[in-house]
Nanobody, 129 residues
Framework: QVQLVESGGGLVQPGGSLRLSCAGS????????MAWFRQAPGKEREFVSV????????WYANSVKGRFTISRDNAKDTVYLQMNDLKPEDTAIYYCAARSGGGMGSLRVRTSTSSYEYWGQGTQVTVSS
């Protein structure tokens, strides 16, 4: 059974930083794209970032570009999201997701929730003073 388990969320002041982790288990994640999405209250789940198996291909949503950094440790089947200069509008539940298929060159594919086969349970990030 495939599991993705997020951790690292919490309450932080505007301008602060957090590092989220997502540990995978239950299958090999070789060749799998790993992504972060987020969902704010009353809004749809939205794409944040995605990273290829090698780490050589990364995409970010425009809203987080320059502030967030995605990375992965394949030896640990873990993906990270370093979030700096956090803003109140970053407040959301952050979800880890995995996709084993291709087509990630398509904006529609990589930003669509339906493209990802596996999901974590989410971790809450609250940015507030």
């Amino acid at each position: 059974q495939v599991q993705l388990v997020e951790s690292g969320g919490g309450l932080v002041q505007p301008g602060g930083s957090l590092r989220l982790s997502c540990a995978g288990s239950g299958r090999s994640f070789s060749g799998v794209f790993m992504a972060w999405f987020r969902q704010a209250p009353g809004k749809e789940r939205e794409f944040v970032s995605v990273i290829s198996w090698s780490g050589g291909t990364i995409w970010y949503a425009n809203s987080v570009k320059g502030r967030f950094t995605i990375s992965r440790d394949n030896a640990k089947d873990t993906v990270y999201l370093q979030m700096n200069d956090l803003k109140p509008e970053d407040t959301a539940i952050y979800y880890c997701a995995a996709r084993s298929g291709g087509g990630m060159g398509s904006l529609r594919v990589r930003t669509s929730t339906s493209s990802y086969e596996y999901w974590g349970q989410g971790t809450q990030v609250t940015v507030s003073s």
